[in-house]
């Protein structure tokens, strides 16, 4: 870090030079793939028409940049209340951050989902102690996780009770349905017994003598988050219910961004606001599962249409949609750009500095693991 509190670019070691040059290629794997995906269904739905529902959104993308401000407003002010005295982060800081991080997480290929959110504590760690960032940042994923998994159940659950699905369709959704209830039931049940089954699991393997080199590190660093949350998850229930309204808040914006999206460009069919959640539950499903794909590039037009089809609007809406969400992704990338570039920082050099950053803090840990332990014992 420099006298300026800017982030001072990082050389990477031989690790995480292997790690890039490793994931370098299934990335550029992935990102041609959602191009051709992306062109092949951008022409069966016709070129023309799409471009003619873009024209019909014109200025109406403005409100929709505005309603998605919302949205990171919503979870820049869940991550600020994830923070424990005497550690503060102001909403200027963390609004910041979360853009610079989206940005890495939508540009750098692949290996970005595994550096995305730990970037975001990285990048104002001289406003706060990086491990203070690191488990805010766990516990607000914690909530958005979840109130994701009961908004897409919601959300299938409403298409699969509504509409008629094609078979195959109808069993994934019963079967993602089965799955997110034991997921949340599981994730409750965990988190009320504070069971430290990730750090318990990591002890038994290197104890084996299994991945000792990682472990030596990254058990520490898993313990260290289990204690940090379980010990929010004690002394901040109060917070609750307010993180909780912020997340739902990212996800309410979320539809009344599709139901205006829709107003504009949809020609034959108006939209409610029962159809813009559905498909908002559907995207939130793209996003999980196809993280690894820079911008869900092809899947999310292909998912958005044929939903749309289901919903009785025209699959070219569905796939305009979905480009227009590229649209919005594409201007709040800028802006995380931007921001990064502000500050001196290339996006290559914010990823590598953020993995330099954590195994530096893991293994700060794994050196008073020990001492701990040692001290418990006693």
């Known amino acids: 870090m420099n006298q300026t509190g800017n982030i001072s670019p990082t050389k990477p070691g031989a690790g995480d030079r292997s790690r890039s040059k ?144 094609p078979k195959a369709l109808r069993f994934a959704s019963i079967g993602g349905l089965i799955f997110i209830f034991l997921l949340i039931s599981g994730a409750t049940i965990v988190i009320r017994k504070q069971w430290k089954f990730l750090s318990g699991a990591l002890e038994y393997v290197y104890g084996r003598g299994v991945a000792r080199r990682w472990l030596e590190t990254g058990r520490a660093r898993v313990s260290t988050f289990e204690d940090r949350i379980y010990g929010f998850y004690e002394r901040n229930r109060s917070r609750f219910l307010l993180i909780l309204i912020l997340e739902t808040c990212f996800h309410l914006a979320g539809v009344l961004e599709i139901y205006v999206t829709l107003s504009f460009i949809s020609f034959a069919l108006a939209p409610t606001f029962f159809t813009a959640f559905i498909l ?60 990064l570039l502000h500050r001196g920082i290339s996006l290559r050099g914010a990823a590598r500095d953020a993995e330099a950053a954590i195994a530096k803090e893991a293994e700060k840990s794994a050196a008073a693991l020990p001492q701990v332990r040692t001290n418990e014992s006693g």
């Open 280 to 339: 908002e539950s559907v995207n939130r499903v793209i996003n999980v599962v196809f993280k690894f794909v820079p911008m869900r590039m092809g899947v999310d037009e292909f998912g958005t249409g044929k939903v749309s089809g289901i919903l009785k609007f025209a699959e070219t809406t569905g796939v305009t949609l979905a480009i227009v969400r590229k649209g919005r992704d594409l201007f709040w990338t800028a802006v995380g750009v931007a921001f």
């Open 22 to 165: 490793k994931f370098t290629p299934i990335g550029i794997i992935f990102t041609l793939a959602g191009v051709l995906l992306f062109a092949y269904f951008v022409k069966r739905a016709g070129v023309g028409s799409v471009l003619d529902g873009i024209k019909r959104l014109g200025a109406g993308f403005l409100i929709v940049l505005a309603i998605s401000a919302v949205r990171h407003i919503a979870r820049s002010l869940a991550w600020m209340k994830c923070f424990e005295e005497p550690d503060r982060l102001g909403f200027r800081d963390a609004f910041r951050a979360r853009l610079m991080g989206d940005a890495l997480g939508n540009i750098v290929p692949f290996a970005s989902m595994f550096v995305s959110e730990p970037s975001k504590p990285a990048l104002i760690r001289d406003r706060v102690p990086l491990m203070a960032g690191l488990s805010a940042i766990a516990i607000e994923n914690i909530f958005y996780s979840l109130s994701v998994a009961v908004f897409i159940f919601s959300g299938m659950t409403a298409l699969l009770l509504t509409f008629h699905l």
